[in-house]
């Protein structure tokens, strides 16, 4: 199952747009954690289907743009500590929690409980967000430390970084 397009948007605007990026389907968004892939250049790397315990993402060659398979993975967001272009991020919309995403962070990293301001792909504050969970990367398996937040389920294809990490 293909979780980006082949897009060449972010080579003229510098990133990619929310329509660019193709989202699970809200019934998998539902059951947890599914990583959704940013990845929108051809390029020799593959270390989130290296890394994944399970086997759930799959190039069709060294060049090629990671699939997921949704049946198959765990939610694990190991994909994301090990993504070298911090272009992975797990979206998590269970009844019981709201929704959460997972993104990478390579900066001061926040505290649990913080209430930070949610960042669009453009560094742009599209809401405020409170921090869920912090792992980092000294604590994780990845190279990049990660920060769950809490968002609103309409800004799920917007929100991709934090601020206001004081």
Same mark, same amino acid.
Request: charged letters at 25%.
């Given at each position: 199952?293909? +979780?980006?397009k082949d897009?060449?948007?972010w080579?003229?605007?510098? %990133?990619?747009?929310?329509?660019d990026? /193709?989202l699970?389907p809200q019934?998998?968004?539902a #059951? =947890?954690?599914? $990583?959704?892939i940013?990845? $929108?250049?051809?390029i020799?790397?593959? $270390?989130?289907g !290296?890394n994944?315990?399970?086997?759930?993402?799959?190039m069709?060659?060294i060049?090629g743009? $990671? #699939?997921?398979?949704y049946r198959?993975c765990?939610?694990?967001?190991?994909?994301?500590?090990?993504?070298p272009g911090?272009a992975i991020? +797990?979206?998590d919309?269970s009844?019981? #929690?709201?929704?959460?995403? +997972?993104?990478p %962070? /390579?900066? #001061?990293?926040? !505290?649990?409980?913080?209430?930070?301001?949610?960042?669009?792909?453009?560094?742009?504050k599209?809401t405020?967000?409170?921090?869920?969970?912090v792992?980092s990367?000294?604590?994780?398996?990845?190279?990049?430390? +990660?920060?769950t937040?809490k968002?609103?389920? /309409?800004?799920?294809? !917007?929100?991709?970084?934090?601020? =206001?990490?004081k």
């Amino acid at each position: 199952m293909k +979780t980006q397009k082949d897009t060449a948007s972010w080579r003229t605007g510098g %990133y990619l747009r929310p329509e660019d990026v /193709e989202l699970p389907p809200q019934e998998v968004l539902a #059951e =947890g954690p599914v $990583p959704v892939i940013e990845c $929108p250049q051809r390029i020799p790397c593959d $270390p989130c289907g !290296e890394n994944c315990p399970v086997g759930a993402i799959e190039m069709n060659d060294i060049n090629g743009i $990671p #699939e997921v398979d949704y049946r198959k993975c765990t939610g694990c967001s190991l994909c994301v500590a090990h993504c070298p272009g911090l272009a992975i991020f +797990t979206i998590d919309c269970s009844p019981e #929690e709201g929704c959460k995403i +997972t993104i990478p %962070y /390579e900066f #001061e990293l926040p !505290e649990t409980g913080q209430e930070v301001e949610a960042l669009n792909r453009k560094g742009e504050k599209v809401t405020t967000a409170v921090v869920k969970s912090v792992k980092s990367k000294e604590g994780s398996a990845g190279d990049t430390s +990660t920060v769950t937040i809490k968002i609103p389920e /309409e800004h799920i294809n !917007e929100v991709r970084n934090i601020g =206001g990490v004081k």
